[in-house]
Structures are given as structure tokens and as C-alpha cells.
């Protein structure tokens, strides 16, 4: 049945003569040569090499990814392997023709695909069905080619089809166009008329037109026996049909002489197709091997390319992972650097910060040492000034003139005095040298005390002062006496400066209690000419005085420092509200522990006055004569005699030749200080009373004194009050009476 082998070998010589100029490639130069040389090879029936070739067209197309040469490379296998009888890849390989050629703008391949696909099916199995679709469309696209043959040839297939399939009326208006284009053939190429002639003679033959069939069976077997190495199967058909013919007109003899004239020609043709397919087989062994060692090259080549993709992915994984490193290695690199960069900037810093710190902590230490020493030394002489003014108005002898003058020496020297105290406890307080002692008080003895210490100043401003408080408050609270004193007198004090003929309150308001701990707020409030609104910001600052801006009082610009330092030290704050010639309101408010103690130091001191004369026998040792003058008549008005040693160890010549009841022991002085003599007297006399004289703060030097074997300690400038105090709470100690 494969008729249609040896038409395709005839257009297919011609199907390559345009494509090389369609194309200015370079390349392609080299594919057009591929693929005329395979289709040579495939004409000299050297089908291996032809299929070869045609495989490389087909890579070579697709390395360039060019659809016109993959349609022909794609044809050209197709072709090949429909002839060495591989039905299947030629069929798949001329589909893909197909699918190639539709992409492509010229359309001149495809009819021959068409034509190849219809034989295929065809000589497969014989799917007549699909192979008329395909011959169709071959024709359809073929009528209108220059070169007629190329339209002959398809025509012809597609009438034979339809024969085969015994669909004659079909058939009938495609043999009228082969017989129409018939005499255009030339007389060259007489295979296509030979196939005419025959299928001419089987249409009349069917239709009983007995002659006319004769007559082209005649003609049709005159061009066989000229063709008939390119075509001895022709032969066998005519045979076949003309015997079909006879068969049924009933003339048996030429029937059967037919039929033995086609059987030795199918013997023939058996015999050719014996040859052949021997040869096809070695091909197709050929062929298979090729096919299975370019499979594997190509899965070799897939593998290659995938390790080569995965590579690739490795390689570029790998250098972004690089990159980051090596970014995080700069970055961590470059704050390395500048860490340590910064951190030496910093460790100089730091340095100069610790050379800055010391060099201020020393200079504030040289401050203080300064401020300290100072008001130390102004301290003496202050108490010098008003001892003897005192004693001078105590006289009561000078004119009422010179009492006049005494009273504003006396005052200048107590406020020169109440100065220095100040500068002194700024500065203690600035250098922490203040430590906050807590201890049980009664806050109605020590608000109680502490306002009739002011009873003689609000008297002379003819103010009114008055105490407000709760009486739930509880009788002792641990609370540093000392400290809330030094507040409370700054602001009383304050409120008394600044006040005429007014009120002045201290209230001591209980703000919440439990079993172990109380809230106070304590508030001084005054009916005074109060602070106007723009000094406000200023009054706590040191040295600020609004008052004296404005008006003509009296003061350090120290007190409210003081107050809100001292404050500050236990977690507490000042807090104010002031109406200009309405008065003002100061309050703060305490956290206190409550104190279960029965008995407590309590801040009201004895202060009733003593008027009995002690007659004790004092040694004073002392080497300012200011000093000496002032004590010596301080002690004469108590009514005590005394003895007067220039230094320690005069003094200490004196206890040793007579009796003394108590010593009044200055501490600096020269050739043997106060502290020496000491622990030299009680190397010998334990029992005499050493009391200290001292400019300085008692707590200052309270612990050296008393481990030098002094008893007591008195806070220079001495009066009157403070020092019988003391020496009656000294001499009771020791069992003696008062006389
Ligand atoms: P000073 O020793 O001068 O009183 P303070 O630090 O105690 O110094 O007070 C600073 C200023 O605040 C005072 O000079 C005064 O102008 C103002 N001030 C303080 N308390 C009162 C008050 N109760 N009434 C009016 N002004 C006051």
C-alpha cells in the first residue's frame, strides 16, 4: 500500500531552493546545508546518515530557536523515518513540522507536511479518515503553487483515498481537476499521470464504462512498463484492478491471467520490499542505536545542564552569602571601629572628666576648708564683740546714749554672727558633712520650744503667734530635732521678719496614720507683705533677697537654702503660696516613724532661767584675752570664781597645785592644747569636769574631745544661760550640790 513513497521523493527535491535567501543568518548558512545534505543522503537511500544530519538540523534550529528551520529539520526527520517505517516519530516529528511551520509567515512547506502527516496515517494502520483530512487541506493550500506537480501530486492522493474508500462520487470532482491540469504536466514527469491514468480507469470501471476503463488501463500499463523501477507496486495495482474489473464483467480468463500476472509481480515487489526491508531493519537498528545514544546524550546534556542551573544557583547562593559576609564583616568591622574609636574618645573623656572631678572636688574642698575656717576665726572675735557688749549692757553703767550705741554694736555682732552660722551650715550641708540622726521627739515640745524662742522678736513686732496642733499626732516620733529646728526657726523667723502687727501660725496637722508610721505637714503661715509674684522663682536660690530689694529688711538670702536643702536630705520639698501684703504660707510635709519609747530626748530644754548663784571654783583655760575677759565676767555673774591658765600646760600646773570644781578647757591654744592637756590630767584627776570650749560645730569634734576625757562640750560664743547649763549638768553628774 505505500504508493505514496515515491511521490514524496519527487517534491521534496524541490522544497529547499527559497529558504536560504529568506534569511541573512549566518548560522542558518550552515543549516541550509544540513539539511540539503540529509535530504541528498535520504534520496541515495544512505538513511542513517540522512537521519543524522537531519537530528543536528533539528538541535542546531533549536540552539537558535528559529521556528522556520525547525519546521523543515522537523519535516526532514519526519520524512525519513516515514520511510524506514517508523509510523510513530515520523508522526510525531511531522506534527511538530506542523506546529513549527504555522508559526512561520511562509507557508510554503506546508503542504508538504500536510501531505507527509496524510501519508502517514495513511500507510499506519490505514487511518483514512485523518489522511483525507490532511490530503484536503494539502490540496487546498497546493492549488494555487507555480510549480503544478506539487499540486498534482496531492490531488492525486487525495482521489486515490478516496477510492480506496469506495467513495467514487467524492472522488469524482478532484479527478476532473487532475484531468484539467493533467496536459499542464510535462511529459518529464510522468509518474503523476501514470497514477492518473490508472485511478481514471478504476473511476470507469466502477461506473461500467467497460471501454474507457480498457482503454486507460491500456495507456496506464504503457507508462508502467516506462516507470516501472520507480514504481513496480504500479504494476500490482493495475493488475489488482484491472482484474477487479474483469471479475465483474465475468471475463474469468483475463481475470485469472490478471491475477497471475500480479502475483508474480507482488513476488517482485515482495522480493524488492525483502531487499529493502532488510536494509530499512539495519537502518532502523542504526537508526535505534543513534537514537538511544542521543537520548542519553541529551539526558547526559539535561543532567549536565541541571548540575550546571544547580551549579549556577550554588555559585550565586554562594556569592550572595559572600557579599553578606562580607557586608556584616565591614559593618561589624566598621562599629568595631568606631566603637573603638569612640571608646578611646570616651576613655580620654573620661579621663579629663576624672581630672576635671577631682580638680572641683578639690577646689570645693578648698572652698569649704576656706568658708569653714573663716567663719571659725570670725566666730572668736564675733564672740569676744558680743560677750563684752553684753557684759557692757548688763553693767547698765554708760549714758543712755552709749546703752543706744552698745544695743546696735551688739546687734551687728549677732547678725554678723547669725551670718556665719549660716555660711557654715550651707556649707556643711553642701559637703554632706550633716548626717541626718534620727531620735524620739515630741513634736509638741519642740514646736512648743521653739516658738517661745521667738516670743521676744514677734513681741517687739507686736505680732501674734499661735500654735495649731492635732493632738492625735503621737507623743514621739523618730525625727532629727536638730534638723526640723533649723527649718522651723528659719521660717518662723522668716514670718516674724517680714510681719508687723500680725499673725503668725504654726500648725502641725497630722496627714495620715497607721499603726507604725505618720504623715506631718508642718506650715508657718503669716499675715506679712508676702513675696510679689515675679520673685518667687528666686527665693530658694542662695543669697536671694527679695525683701531687701524692696523694702529695708534684714537677712542673709541663706535661710530658705537651707530649708530646702536640709529638706532635700529627707525626701521632703518646701512648698510655698505668698500674696503680696496678704502674707504667706510655707509647708512641707514629713513621713515619721512612730516611737513606742516612753521616755525620749525631748526637744524642750530647761530653759528656765537661773538666777541662784553657783559659787563653784572654775579654771579657764584660755589664751585670747577677749576670751578670758569675757568668760571670767560671764562666770562672775553666775556667781562662780575662777582662775585663768594662758595654755594647757599652765592649766595643768594649776589642777596639779590646787582644787578646782570644774575646767573650762579652750581647745586651741599654744604650747599644750586643750585635747593634750586633757589626757594629761586624767592621768591624774579622773573626777574634775573638763567642759570644751569650741568655736567650731560640737558635733564637729564631740567624739575627739570625749575620748580625750572631757566631759562636756560648749559652743563658743558662750552666753549666759548655756553655760551655767552646762556647768550645773556637769557638777550634778558628779554628786556635787548646788551651794
Ligand atoms: P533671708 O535670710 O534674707 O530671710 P531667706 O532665704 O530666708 O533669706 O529668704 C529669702 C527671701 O525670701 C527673703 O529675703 C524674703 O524676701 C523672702 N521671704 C522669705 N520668707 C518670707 C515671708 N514669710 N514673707 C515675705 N517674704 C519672705
Known amino acids: 500500500m505505500r504508493k505514496n513513497i515515491v511521490f514524496i521523493s519527487v517534491f521534496i527535491i524541490s522544497s529547499f531552493i527559497y529558504s536560504q535567501n529568506d534569511l541573512g543568518y549566518t548560522k542558518v548558512d550552515s543549516l541550509d546545508v544540513l539539511l540539503k545534505t540529509s535530504q541528498k543522503l535520504r534520496t541515495e537511500n544512505n538513511m542513517y546518515e540522512a537521519l543524522e544530519l537531519a537530528f543536528k538540523a533539528v538541535t542546531y534550529a533549536q540552539n537558535l530557536n528559529h521556528n522556520h528551520y525547525l519546521s523543515h529539520a522537523y519535516f526532514a526527520m519526519g520524512t525519513i523515518q516515514y520511510e524506514i517505517i517508523d509510523y510513530e516519530n515520523a508522526k510525531a516529528h511531522m506534527l511538530k513540522a506542523l506546529e513549527y511551520s504555522e508559526k512561520t509567515d511562509s507557508k510554503k512547506l506546508l503542504?508538504?507536511?500536510?501531505?507527509?502527516?496524510?501519508?502517514?496515517?495513511?500507510?499506519?494502520?490505514?487511518?483514512?479518515?485523518?489522511?483525507?483530512?490532511?490530503?484536503?487541506?494539502?490540496?487546498?493550500?497546493?492549488?494555487?503553487?507555480?510549480?503544478?506537480?506539487?499540486?498534482?501530486?496531492?490531488?492525486?492522493?487525495?482521489?486515490?483515498?478516496?477510492?480506496?474508500?469506495?467513495?467514487?462520487?467524492?472522488?469524482?470532482?478532484?479527478?476532473?481537476?487532475?484531468?484539467?491540469?493533467?496536459?499542464?504536466?510535462?511529459?518529464?514527469i510522468q509518474l503523476g499521470r501514470t497514477s492518473l491514468y490508472l485511478m481514471r480507469a478504476r473511476n470507469y470501471a466502477h461506473h461500467g464504462d467497460i471501454e474507457s476503463a480498457k482503454e486507460n488501463f491500456e495507456k496506464t500499463f504503457k507508462l508502467l512498463e516506462e516507470e516501472e523501477k520507480y514504481w513496480l507496486k504500479g504494476k500490482s495495482y493495475?493488475?489488482?484492478?484491472?482484474?477487479?474489473?474483469?471479475?465483474?464483467?465475468?471475463?474469468?480468463?483475463?481475470?485469472?491471467?490478471?491475477?497471475?500476472?500480479?502475483?508474480?509481480?507482488?513476488?517482485?515487489?515482495?522480493?524488492?520490499?525483502?531487499?529493502?526491508?532488510?536494509?530499512?531493519?539495519?537502518?532502523?537498528?542504526?537508526?535505534?542505536?543513534y537514537e538511544r545514544e542521543l537520548e542519553a546524550a541529551q539526558r547526559e546534556k539535561l543532567l549536565l545542564l541541571n548540575i550546571d542551573k544547580n551549579n549556577k544557583v550554588i555559585i550565586y547562593i554562594s556569592l550572595i552569602c559572600l557579599l553578606l559576609l562580607i557586608g556584616t564583616v565591614f559593618f561589624y568591622y566598621r562599629g568595631y571601629q568606631s566603637k573603638k574609636k569612640s571608646s578611646e574618645t570616651l576613655r580620654l573623656k573620661n579621663i579629663e572628666l576624672n581630672k576635671a572631678k577631682s580638680a572641683a572636688e578639690k577646689l570645693s574642698k578648698i572652698k569649704s576648708q576656706?568658708?569653714?575656717?573663716?567663719?571659725?576665726?570670725?566666730?572668736?572675735?564675733?564672740?569676744?564683740?558680743?560677750?563684752?557688749?553684753?557684759l557692757l549692757l548688763e553693767n547698765n553703767k554708760g549714758s543712755k546714749n552709749d546703752k543706744e550705741l552698745l544695743s546696735s554694736l551688739k546687734f551687728s555682732a549677732d547678725y554678723l554672727?547669725?551670718?556665719?552660722?549660716?555660711?557654715?551650715?550651707?556649707?556643711?550641708?553642701?559637703?554632706?558633712?550633716?548626717?541626718?540622726?534620727?531620735?524620739?521627739?515630741?513634736?509638741?515640745?519642740?514646736?512648743?520650744?521653739?516658738?517661745?524662742?521667738?516670743?521676744?522678736?514677734?513681741?517687739?513686732?507686736?505680732?501674734e503667734l499661735l500654735l495649731e496642733y492635732n493632738n492625735n499626732i503621737p507623743n514621739l516620733v523618730h525625727i532629727d530635732s536638730?534638723?526640723?529646728?533649723?527649718?522651723?526657726?528659719?521660717?518662723?523667723?522668716?514670718?516674724?521678719?517680714?510681719?508687723?502687727?500680725?499673725?503668725?501660725?504654726?500648725?502641725?496637722?497630722?496627714?495620715?496614720?497607721?499603726?507604725?508610721?505618720?504623715?506631718?505637714?508642718?506650715?508657718?503661715?503669716?499675715?506679712?507683705?508676702?513675696?510679689?509674684?515675679d520673685q518667687k522663682e528666686y527665693i530658694f536660690e542662695e543669697f536671694?533677697?527679695?525683701?531687701?530689694?524692696?523694702?529695708?529688711?534684714?537677712?542673709?538670702?541663706?535661710?530658705l537654702s537651707i530649708v530646702k536643702n536640709l529638706l532635700q536630705r529627707m525626701d521632703s520639698k518646701i512648698h510655698f503660696e505668698s500674696n503680696k501684703n496678704i502674707g504667706s504660707k510655707f509647708y512641707f510635709v514629713l513621713n515619721l516613724r512612730i516611737c513606742d519609747?516612753?521616755?525620749?530626748?525631748?526637744?524642750?530644754?530647761?530653759?528656765?532661767?537661773?538666777?541662784?548663784?553657783?559659787?563653784?571654783?572654775?579654771?579657764?583655760?584660755?589664751?585670747?584675752?577677749?576670751?578670758?575677759?569675757?568668760?571670767?565676767?560671764?562666770?562672775?555673774?553666775?556667781?562662780?570664781?575662777?582662775?585663768?591658765?594662758?595654755?594647757?600646760?599652765?592649766?595643768?600646773q594649776l589642777l596639779k597645785e590646787q582644787p578646782f570644781d570644774l575646767v573650762l578647757m579652750d581647745i586651741n591654744m599654744p604650747i599644750l592644747d586643750g585635747l593634750t592637756a586633757t589626757k594629761k590630767i586624767r592621768e591624774f584627776?579622773?573626777?574634775?569636769?573638763?567642759?570644751?570650749?569650741?568655736?567650731?560645730?560640737?558635733?564637729?569634734?564631740?567624739?575627739?574631745?570625749?575620748?580625750?576625757?572631757?566631759?562636756?562640750?560648749?559652743?563658743?560664743?558662750?552666753?549666759?544661760?548655756?553655760?551655767?547649763?552646762?556647768?550645773?549638768?556637769?557638777?550634778k553628774l558628779n554628786n556635787h550640790h548646788i551651794k
Open 685 to 731: 584627776d579622773q573626777s574634775t569636769p573638763i567642759i570644751a570650749l569650741t568655736a567650731s560645730e560640737l558635733s564637729e569634734v564631740e567624739d575627739e574631745c570625749l575620748d580625750a576625757g572631757m566631759n562636756d562640750l560648749v559652743n563658743k560664743p558662750l552666753n549666759k544661760v548655756d553655760l551655767k547649763e552646762a556647768i550645773l549638768k556637769n557638777l
Open 111 to 188: 503542504p508538504y507536511i500536510l501531505q507527509g502527516l496524510a501519508n502517514i496515517y495513511y500507510d499506519d494502520n490505514g487511518d483514512y479518515e485523518n489522511a483525507l483530512i490532511y490530503y484536503k487541506k494539502g490540496v487546498e493550500l497546493a492549488k494555487n503553487k507555480v510549480h503544478i506537480n506539487n499540486y498534482q501530486i496531492p490531488l492525486n492522493n487525495l482521489i486515490w483515498t478516496y477510492m480506496d474508500l469506495g467513495k467514487f462520487d467524492e472522488a469524482a470532482p478532484y479527478l476532473k481537476e487532475a484531468d484539467s491540469i493533467d496536459k499542464l504536466i510535462p511529459d518529464s
Open 238 to 289: 493495475f493488475y489488482q484492478y484491472r482484474a477487479e474489473m474483469y471479475q465483474d464483467i465475468k471475463d474469468y480468463p483475463n481475470a485469472l491471467k490478471d491475477l497471475k500476472e500480479l502475483q508474480k509481480n507482488e513476488r517482485k515487489v515482495f522480493e524488492n520490499a525483502r531487499v529493502k526491508d532488510q536494509e530499512i531493519t539495519k537502518i532502523r537498528f542504526k537508526v535505534d542505536e
Open 544 to 559: 536671694s533677697q527679695v525683701g531687701s530689694v524692696y523694702d529695708n529688711k534684714q537677712g542673709t538670702g541663706l535661710g
Open 597 to 652: 519609747q516612753l521616755n525620749a530626748v525631748s526637744g524642750d530644754a530647761n530653759d528656765s532661767e537661773i538666777t541662784t548663784s553657783l559659787g563653784f571654783k572654775i579654771l579657764i583655760a584660755e589664751d585670747n584675752k577677749i576670751n578670758q575677759l569675757v568668760t571670767k565676767n560671764l562666770l562672775k555673774s553666775i556667781g562662780c570664781s575662777c582662775c585663768i591658765a594662758e595654755n594647757g600646760s599652765e592649766a595643768l
Open 370 to 390: 576656706f568658708i569653714s575656717t573663716i567663719s571659725h576665726e570670725l566666730r572668736t572675735p564675733l564672740y569676744g564683740v558680743i560677750g563684752i557688749s553684753s
Open 482 to 533: 536638730l534638723w526640723v529646728s533649723e527649718i522651723l526657726i528659719n521660717l518662723i523667723g522668716n514670718a516674724i521678719k517680714f510681719t508687723e502687727k500680725g499673725k503668725i501660725w504654726l500648725r502641725v496637722i497630722l496627714k495620715y496614720i497607721d499603726t507604725k508610721k505618720v504623715r506631718i505637714q508642718f506650715e508657718v503661715e503669716d499675715t506679712g507683705i508676702g513675696i510679689p509674684e
Open 417 to 463: 554672727l547669725n551670718l556665719v552660722n549660716k555660711v557654715l551650715k550651707i556649707s556643711k550641708i553642701d559637703s554632706k558633712k550633716t548626717e541626718l540622726v534620727q531620735t524620739p521627739t515630741s513634736l509638741l515640745s519642740l514646736s512648743k520650744n521653739i516658738l517661745r524662742s521667738f516670743e521676744y522678736q514677734s513681741k517687739e513686732k507686736q505680732n
